[in-house]
């Protein structure tokens, strides 16, 4: 489920379109290699990886400080400010693949782009939503583009300071939060292997970056005070949208299709589209009908954002290999015919390397996160060692399972089997 649901109320979020929508273009320049000039001049064959990038003119692209605001889990759910319900409204999430627009690094909560910018057969704002895919299933379009960014935001400042001690700081949630990383030996390594490194690094340190954030939900972080946001912790849509978000900024950065911002950001609208395709897409109307068949079992339809259990299943299962919630025939039983083929689909399981260039990559950064005194008392179901001093990425699906532990016995306490 997206970070922030606030898609409906643009006056209370205003803020965040001001500071979202202005962002640091960045362009550089792959510089051609002697051995590749010689090359030309002698009429021989181009090989790969004859650039080099110079670190002085490395752009100052970092991690944008705002998340993208999109929706809560489920279709058309009813609204309460405070107790007060919302009269005549209803929240539509949902998208087809003809309504996405184009990506723009770091959007905020709206951001033009125009046809003559765009490669998609039109211009306009990204207009995020949930959608469901054959092999995927349900996609949310904000956390795939704001892990790319992420990854994308990173990348250069990991190239510069590879092998050496540094600290790249991420935006508070719980507390600090930050990215450890390690000296090593790195004069071995070519350039392309630094570059191969440092992207492998970007894309599996945003996309833990993005469970960090599951986590600041669920112990009671919000992007505004008064609207609580546990509604959208291990929403089961988020991690593997995140993934496959790092997966589209990596495969681009292995490519150097990123060299420019304009580049980026028309790379990214069609990778994702493809990637949407590949995944088996289906229509607007049919991932409405998929939201149908799981109300009650995923999601409850009676209940209104931001009640955290209007979500009924959530995704606890943290780490670098992500499997999709697929519709199944058991969740649809002898209901919705239409979509029990699509119930038979087989599961595109999507992972992120432990490794680049035989290096262990959680031995060279980590993601930090520490937690304030206000927020302690969240955490008083989970053993003091493992959170007291600071939480380190790979300790983040500890966490994950006492959050499973305590949202089980609450839904066993108000009646809900969560089986």
């Not at 010689?38 to 110079?54: K, P, R, T, V, Y």
Request: glycine fraction near 6%; proline fraction near 5%.
């Amino acid at each position: 489920m997206s970070r922030s649901f606030f898609r409906p109320f643009y006056a209370v979020a205003l803020f965040s379109l001001l500071a979202g929508c202005s962002s640091s273009t960045w362009q550089t320049h792959a510089v051609p290699s002697s051995n590749a000039v010689a090359e030309m001049l002698a009429d021989g064959q181009a090989s790969s990886q004859q650039w080099h990038l110079d670190e002085s003119r490395f752009p100052q692209v970092t991690v944008p400080q705002n998340v993208r605001p999109c929706c809560a889990f489920g279709d058309m759910q009813k609204v309460k400010l405070g107790p007060v319900p919302v009269p005549f409204f209803r929240l539509n999430n949902v998208v087809g693949i003809e309504d996405i627009g184009p990506h723009k690094f770091a959007s905020g909560i709206y951001h033009y782009t125009p046809s003559s910018s765009s490669v998609l057969d039109h211009g306009g704002s990204e207009n995020n939503g949930i959608l469901y895919t054959a092999k995927g299933g349900f996609i949310d379009l904000a956390h795939v583009r704001d892990t790319a960014d992420d990854t994308m935001g990173l990348f250069f400042e990991i190239l510069a300071n590879l092998g050496k001690v540094h600290r790249i700081e991420l935006p508070a949630e719980l507390g600090p939060r930050y990215i450890e990383m390690k000296a090593f030996d790195a004069s071995q390594l070519t350039e392309e292997q630094k570059w191969s490194v440092a992207a492998h690094l970007a894309a599996r340190l945003a996309y833990f970056k993005a469970e960090s954030h599951e986590i600041a939900q669920w112990h009671g972080y919000a992007s505004f005070s008064g609207w609580p946001e546990t509604i959208s912790a291990y929403s089961l849509e988020d991690l593997y949208s995140n993934m496959l978000g790092a997966k589209i900024a990596l495969q681009l950065i292995q490519t150097h299709k990123m060299l420019s911002e304009v580049e980026y950001n028309q790379n990214v609208s069609l990778w994702l589209n493809a990637t949407l395709e590949e995944l088996g897409i289906v229509t607007k109307s049919q991932s409405k009908e998929v939201l149908a068949a799981v109300d009650g079992k995923w999601w409850d339809s009676q209940e209104s954002i931001p009640n955290k259990y209007m979500v009924l299943q959530r995704h606890y299962s943290l780490g670098d290999r992500q499997a999709p919630h697929l519709l199944t025939p058991e969740l649809l039983g002898d209901r919705f015919e239409e979509l029990q083929p699509l119930a038979r689909s087989t599961a595109t399981v999507i992972s992120l390397p432990a490794y680049a260039e035989s290096l262990e990559l959680d031995h060279i950064a980590k993601l930090v996160l520490e937690i304030e005194p206000s927020y302690e008392g969240t955490f008083s179901h989970i053993p003091e060692h493992i959170w007291a001093k600071r939480i380190e990425h790979p300790q983040f699906p500890i966490i994950a399972q006492y959050a499973k532990r305590q949202d089980s016995q609450e839904l066993i306490a108000i009646g809900v089997d969560d089986e």
